[in-house]
Nanobody, 128 residues
Framework: QVQLVESGGGLVQAGGSLRLSCAAS??????????MAWFRQAPGKEREFVAA????????YYADSVKGRFTISRDNAKNTAYLQMDSLKPEDTAIYYC???????????????????WGQGTQVTVSS
């Protein structure tokens, strides 16, 4: 059974940084065979794409709103993906979810429907 567990959320002032982690378990070579992605959902809004990392590690995609401020990465030995968030803004406030697809070596994607497994989410609050 695939399980994704996020951590690292919290309260931070505008301009600050946070690093989110997403630990994957339940199948071998989790981060080297499957794309990883981060989405977020603010109150009253749809869940939106934030960043994605291809299974090969060679391709990353970012939403325009976070480009240049957020970085997605992974540690294969730990089966863990990360989202480094710098220069945070109040509009980054949301619950952040990591996601992974179920089939190996798929093309990288930015849409929710491409991802089959989701974590429980971690709250990020940025104060002004």
């Amino acid at each position: 059974q695939v399980q994704l567990v996020e951590s690292g959320g919290g309260l931070v002032q505008a301009g600050g940084s946070l690093r989110l982690s997403c630990a994957a378990s339940g199948r071998p070579f989790s981060t080297t065979l499957y794309n990883m992605a981060w989405f977020r959902q603010a109150p009253g809004k749809e869940r939106e794409f934030v960043a994605a990392l291809s299974w090969s590690g060679g391709t990353t995609y970012y939403a325009d709103s976070v480009k240049g401020r957020f970085t997605i990465s992974r540690d294969n030995a730990k089966n863990t993906a990360y989202l480094q968030m710098d220069s945070l803004k109040p509009e980054d406030t949301a619950i952040y979810y990591c996601a992974q697809n179920s089939r190996p070596r798929r093309p990288i994607a930015t849409t929710r429907g491409e991802y089959d497994y989701w974590g429980q989410g971690t709250q990020v609050t940025v104060s002004s």
